[in-house]
């Protein structure tokens, strides 16, 4: 499996926010801000680091602490994220053949 980094996951993920709606940007903005603020992360799963600060495993558990969070709010924001990431990744054409999907129909263009 392709590491995210060697497709461009990032990348992609930033020119779909710069296609995004503002107010839907805006949203996806609030999640992410969440997710690093050091103060929410304390008072919620006692990390006192930004996300981005934190060591691997502790991202992991940080996810994994939102993917299971009682709150609802936390749980959607994760959905989002995961769903935002997992389409960048597989919609990479050197994920296709992984999936077993043959790629987008050509419709008889550039043949």
Known sequence: MPKSSD???????DTLMATMHPVDLADFKKILNTLESAPISLLLDGRATPFT???????DLALQSWRDSRLMLRRSGYKALHKVC?????????????????GPPNFGRGR
């Open 7 to 13: 497709l461009g996951v990032p990348e992609l993920i």
């Open 53 to 59: 600060a934190t060591d691997p495993k502790g991202q």
């Open 86 to 102: 997992t389409s960048a990744y597989w919609g990479a054409p050197e994920t296709f053949a992984l999936s077993g999907y043959p």
